[in-house]
């Protein structure tokens, strides 16, 4: 079984060529997952699907037919070209795609490093492929072990304090264009996701009033009063009267058209500053020399001072990261050596019991011997087995562990299809 992750980011993918691969719902998401793993060397395979990247982890028999059904597939559905596909992927596969996904999901390969988002869009990638049947214990494994890293890298480091995502890169940089201030100024934010809700947030501590518009009233309503009295609620319909009214324009939602059009804005004196933060973008391009508008590429730019300030705290993540892909290997291959040993010791039994059989047919031992013969022979073989299973655990361990391990399954012709791995290990340590 091999692990492989086919990324496309915001390093080398950008954000027109993003906007193209992008997964519109869950739906497309699904019926993507559907049609790949019913390949026959694809085992599992889930999707993360954000602003900076599409990323599809697998679990599969075949890394190099996996890379080029995946590239197959979302080439059919997004109308790009294979071949510049393969151009602008980025592929990890085994050792790397698990130190890649655990430095995903630490925010360490995030735009903005210490972002705190992409640690729950991982969790709820799986989650949906989990729910659909196309994830199951191999993906588990490794988002779980993910998790536990993320979290150490938390705890250790200081990197996610005053956690900086987006939504407050895009609001700092507004504060600076308005010469170091937003207090009484007003922000139009669009979305009430986590994106729009961070830009809220953000707003309002810069001393801005916020005017809040959702698709859903209801959705908008919620965060209004959660948030506090300097946030007000309009019609998504008014969209157009307030984008002309104020400066200040921050939007996030999941529209797969852009929400904000050439034919909304009105010619006005005074200078406009937005900020698109959504894929597909919100907002068309826009030529009129009063509005300035950002996206989510330009950010990345204005971002690199906060990478420059946590290079020394990344350094102490990327250690982490580095032991928790040691630990989950060395798990891994513990796991695949337990079935091996369970299964070798079932097989003497039956051979034990066979030979037993054999003896009392022909009347060599008398059937009252049978017990104690039965231990005697199984003790002896335990006796001489013991040595045998010390070392394959501690072969186990090692980077070459997982060949020895299969090498001794293919000598002995053992079949491990039907062990339970855990309860093995339960027992074994009780």
């Known amino acids: 079984m091999h692990y492989q992750v086919v990324s496309f980011n ?31 060397f694809m085992l599992e395979a889930f999707v993360i699907n954000t602003c900076n990247r599409i990323e599809v982890v697998t679990a599969s028999k075949d890394n190099f037919a996996t890379f080029h059904a995946i590239l197959g597939l979302i080439s059919r559905r997004s109308g790009v070209n294979f071949y510049e596909l393969e151009k602008s992927a ?19 390969d995030s735009l903005v490093i210490g972002e705190a988002q992409i640690t729950g869009q991982v969790k709820q990638g799986f989650k949906l492929s989990y729910e659909n049947g196309t994830s199951g214990k191999e993906l588990n494994r490794v988002v779980s072990y993910a998790i536990k890293c993320a979290a150490e890298v938390r ?38 996701g986590e994106m729009g809700k961070l830009a809220t947030k953000h707003l309002l501590r810069s001393g801005a009033d916020v005017v809040l518009i959702s698709r859903t009233r209801k959705n908008a309503e919620e965060l209004a009063n959660e948030l506090g009295e300097n946030v007000r609620v309009a019609d998504f319909e008014d969209i157009p009267k307030y984008i002309n009214r104020y400066r200040l324009l921050f939007s996030a939602t999941a529209s797969p058209e852009p929400i904000i059009t050439a034919g909304m804005v009105q010619e006005k004196d005074i200078k406009r500053v937005w900020f698109d933060m959504a894929i597909p973008r919100d907002i068309e391009d826009i030529s009129d020399e009063k509005i300035e508008i ?31 892909k040691d ?24 051979v034990i019991d066979s030979e037993i059989d054999r003896a009392l047919k022909k ?47 293919d000598i002995f012709g053992i079949d491990t299809g039907n062990i339970d791995v855990q309860r093995y290990k339960k027992s074994r340590e009780a």
Not at 329 to 336: D, K, N, V
């Open 90 to 108: 980025m592929k990890y596969e085994d050792e790397e795609a698990v130190e890649h996904l655990f430095k995903v999901v630490a925010s360490l």
């Open 327 to 350: 630990e989950f290997f060395i798990w891994l291959r513990a796991l695949s050596v337990e079935p091996v040993i369970k299964q070798m010791r079932l097989d003497i039994d039956r």
């Open 10 to 40: 915001y390093k080398r993918c950008d954000l027109n060529e993003r906007e193209k691969l992008a997964f519109k719902s869950d739906d497309e998401i699904r019926e993507f997952l559907n049609t790949l793993v019913k390949f026959d």
């Open 155 to 192: 705890n250790a480091t200081n990197i996610s304090e005053n956690p900086i995502s987006i939504a407050s890169v895009a609001v700092a940089q507004a504060s600076d264009i308005m010469n170091g201030s937003l207090a009484g100024m007003t922000g139009v934010v669009i979305g009430t």
């Open 294 to 324: 950002y996206r989510i590429d330009d950010l990345q730019s204005i971002s690199k001072n906060n990478h420059a300030m946590r290079q020394e705290q990344a350094l102490r993540a990327f250690e982490i990261v580095q032991k928790y």
């Open 363 to 409: 009347g060599y031992i008398p059937n009252e011997y049978r017990d104690n013969i039965h231990y005697l022979l199984k003790q002896t073989f335990d006796k001489y087995l013991h040595q045998p299973t010390k070392n394959m655990r501690e072969v186990s361990r090692k980077s070459e562990g997982g060949a020895m391990i299969e090498a001794v399954r």
